[in-house]
């Protein structure tokens, strides 16, 4: 009986590190847009609307217009958090760096971003390395490399 060695894929770390550019600008998008966690404003007491009649049938756009803005707005803020959740796991200074470059107050380039943490060229960018390849993992956006 013959067993299969398996061989460990390789990560597509370019393809890697634009979906995991994705998901923080995606994020960052969404806090700029207004959704900021933990500070959600409560319009409605429900957010699925009750239908007023036997046949279950919802008559009014303004009620399927709600219902899809509320199913958005839950998107985003599902996104939003799992996207901090992440960043929040990584070590500190990795987690410094995200969150000056992507969650800071004004749109940073990289080169402005590490001259305000006071790293080089060099340790930016493999700190940067580092924090988008555990990133990848938490949030599932790896890319393997075909054979």
């Not at 390789?10 to 969404?30: F, Q, S, W």
């Not at 217009?65 to 199913?71: D, G, I, S």
């Not at 001259?115 to 940067?128: E, F, P, V």
């Amino acid at each position: 009986m013959r067993h299969q060695v398996q061989v460990p894929l390789k990560v597509d770390r370019v393809a890697t590190e634009r979906n995991v550019k994705k998901m923080l600008d995606l994020a960052r998008d969404y806090i700029c847009m207004g959704f900021h966690p933990g500070i959600e404003a409560k319009t409605t007491a429900h957010p699925l609307p009750v239908p007023f009649s036997k046949t279950n049938r919802f008559q009014s756009g303004t009620e399927q217009a709600a219902v899809r803005n509320a199913a958005m707005e839950q998107e985003r803020s599902a996104h939003v958090q799992q996207v901090i959740a992440a960043v929040r796991r990584l070590g500190t200074r990795e987690q410094e760096l995200i969150l000056a470059r992507w969650f800071g107050a004004d749109d940073r380039t990289d080169v402005e971003t590490y001259i305000q943490l006071n790293m080089t060229h060099a340790s930016y960018y493999r700190t940067r390395s580092r924090a988008f390849y555990k990133l990848a993992f938490a949030l599932g956006v790896e890319v393997y490399e075909e054979e």
